[in-house]
Every structure is written in structure tokens, then in C-alpha cells.
């Protein structure tokens, strides 16, 4: 069985820079109140005049990937892109990028599982590598968040949190066991799925709902239960951060990059302590591009890896929850 390894990364985020102050002229809000709660001081949000979306940013950030891994649009062999807010219903953004890349008639499947999809995202292309069925997959994180949220102060909770943009992987084959993905670890549970929704719309609320809505519809913004999803994510990263370490005879100390999902950076530090790991053992950008979902986790690792904060040989441990409820982990030694 074939082993895969990351060979490229790139992301792409829009200019346009909204800070907190930005925000506090929308809706009853704050810097210190947003800081205090999320750890975010600034996002990016398409602007309105642009004709920016999750595939054309996607594709993007998919062409540095590529050309980092030192390869071609020809080489791609099958595309992954996990997002929550596609250009369309149907179809899903993995045959736009096919298209807007001038690939060939590769396969592309979309993943949906929101703030835990780039895990499942890379973790499906990983399967595909190590059957041998493909040798080199594109594996794309992407969320145009701005255009759905609720700006007044109703939706402050969950307006202020997130930020658009796009991150991409070309995850390759290698017959090297020793480096690459080692594991990764997917688990579910839907009873809590209307803690962190967008209701509609829906087959159940199509679109005579969406012709002849009324402002008070919020079914159409994302609804979040902000305290219960913080106390599950926190119990659910520790367990599933220990069970790929478990898995691969390994301990927290062995940890050399933790790059969690860029939820909320409370979440992100509790779970640091938790472990005893070091600032320079967990790296966050929270800060400076907000929630991005699907996309956090490959913005974050490409970003600290052009930092230079992962280095060959490291250990490096992707972590997310979010809705669904879903989470996962992804042990890698790079």
C-alpha cells in the first residue's frame, strides 16, 4: 500500500479587509467585545462589486499549490473541494475548478461537512492515493461566508466570526511509510446538528419560500449555540487529537505543529493548556482572517509552513468540530 505526502500548498484571501471597527458601523458590536469572545481582530470579505466566489478563489489558491508541488494541471488525477457555500445548489465547486483550470476529464467530488471538511476532504483523497487509484489528488478548502450573514446586530454572534477565502494541497504518492499522512480519525454525531445550522434553503424551504420571504425569516442566516458548540468542540479535539496520536505510538510531547481549525481562539488556547504545548507548538491566524471553515485548517498550515514554522521531519497534527456535529484529525510527518 502507497503512503501520500503534501507536495504543494497555496491559498488565496480576498483584499478586502473588514476589522472589527468596520463592523461596529453595521451592527451593535465592538473590537474589544469581538476580541474578548473570538480572538479576531480583522477577516476578509469579498467585496460586493467583485465577481470573486469559493471556486474562483479555490481555484486560485489551487494554482500555487500546484505550481509549488512542482507540477501541471495535467498531473492532477482527481479533485476533493470541501465547502459549506458553493456558487451554485448543484453542482458543487470541484467540476468548476476542473473547468476554470483547463484540466482534463478528471473525477471531482465535494465534500460538505463544514468547519470539518478540509479533515474529510484530505482524508477521502488520502484512501484514493493509497489504493494506488490515483497518484497526485488536489485537495481545495474554500467559503465565501460574507454574502450570507446576517449583518445587523440580531446576527452579531455569528456575523462577526467569519471570513472568506480558500486554501489548496496536492496531496501525492511517495513509498516512503515513514513521512506523509500516518492516519486520520472521522467521527460524527448528528443529534446535535441544529446547534450550528443554516436551515434553509432546502428542498423543505425552496424557492417559493426564498420569491416571497419576509425579513423575519432568519432560516436563511447560519444559527449557532455558541456555548454548547465551545464546551463539545473542546471535549471532542482533545479525544480525537489523542486518539491519532494512540494510533501512530506517539505522545503530546511528540507534537511539533498542532494546526487546529480557526473556529475561535479561546477554543484553540484551552486546548493548548490542555496538552501543555508551547506557542511555538500551535499555530493560530484567527486573528487576522476570521472563521474561514472548510478553508482554516490549509490557510493556516500554508501559512505557517511559508513561515517556516514546519520543517522536515516534523510532526505535524491537523484537528477540527464544527457543524454536524463532525471532527477529525490528521497525523502527518512532513
Request: hydrophobic share 40%; charged share 20%.
Amino acid at each position: 500500500m502507497y503512503n501520500s505526502k503534501i507536495t504543494g500548498l497555496g491559498y488565496y484571501v480576498p483584499e478586502n479587509i473588514v476589522t472589527n471597527d468596520d463592523l461596529s458601523e453595521l451592527m451593535d458590536t465592538n473590537d474589544a467585545w469581538i476580541q474578548e469572545r473570538t480572538g479576531i481582530k480583522e477577516r476578509r470579505w469579498i467585496d460586493k462589486n467583485s465577481d470573486e466566489s469559493s471556486a474562483t478563489m479555490g481555484a486560485k489558491a489551487s494554482k500555487i499549490a500546484i505550481e509549488r508541488a512542482g507540477l501541471t494541471k495535467d498531473d492532477i488525477d482527481f479533485i476533493v473541494f470541501a465547502t459549506l457555500s458553493p456558487d451554485y445548489f448543484f453542482p458543487g465547486c470541484g467540476v468548476q475548478i476542473q473547468d476554470m483550470l483547463d484540466m482534463p476529464t478528471i473525477g471531482a467530488i465535494d465534500i460538505r461537512n463544514q468547519c470539518s471538511g478540509f479533515i474529510y476532504a484530505i482524508s477521502t483523497a488520502d484512501q484514493f492515493i493509497k489504493t494506488g487509484m490515483y497518484k497526485n489528488i488536489l485537495v481545495i478548502g474554500a467559503e465565501y461566508h460574507s454574502n450570507g450573514l446576517d449583518k445587523t446586530t440580531r446576527g452579531r454572534g455569528v456575523s462577526v466570526i467569519f471570513g472568506d477565502g480558500a486554501g489548496a494541497c496536492v496531496l501525492s504518492r511517495t513509498d516512503d511509510n515513514s513521512k506523509g499522512i500516518l492516519s486520520s480519525h472521522l467521527h460524527s454525531e448528528g443529534k446535535y446538528a441544529d446547534k450550528l445550522i443554516v436551515k434553509s434553503p432546502s428542498i423543505k424551504n425552496w424557492v417559493p419560500d426564498i420569491i416571497n420571504t419576509n425579513g423575519e425569516d432568519t432560516s436563511y442566516y447560519p444559527y449557532m449555540d455558541g456555548t454548547f458548540v465551545f464546551k463539545n468542540a473542546i471535549v471532542r479535539f482533545s479525544e480525537v487529537i489523542k486518539e491519532g496520536l494512540e494510533k501512530n505510538n506517539l505522545n503530546t510531547e511528540d507534537i511539533d505543529m498542532l494546526i487546529p481549525h480557526q473556529a475561535n481562539l479561546r477554543i484553540s488556547q484551552f486546548v493548548q493548556k490542555k496538552f501543555g504545548l508551547s506557542n511555538d507548538q500551535v499555530f493560530n491566524n484567527i486573528m487576522k482572517f476570521g472563521n474561514t471553515t472548510a478553508a482554516s485548517i490549509i490557510i493556516a498550515l500554508t501559512d505557517a509552513w511559508e513561515q517556516n514554522k514546519i520543517k522536515e521531519n516534523d510532526l505535524v497534527v491537523l484537528a477540527a468540530f464544527g457543524s454536524g456535529f463532525t471532527w477529525g484529525s490528521v497525523i502527518i510527518r512532513w
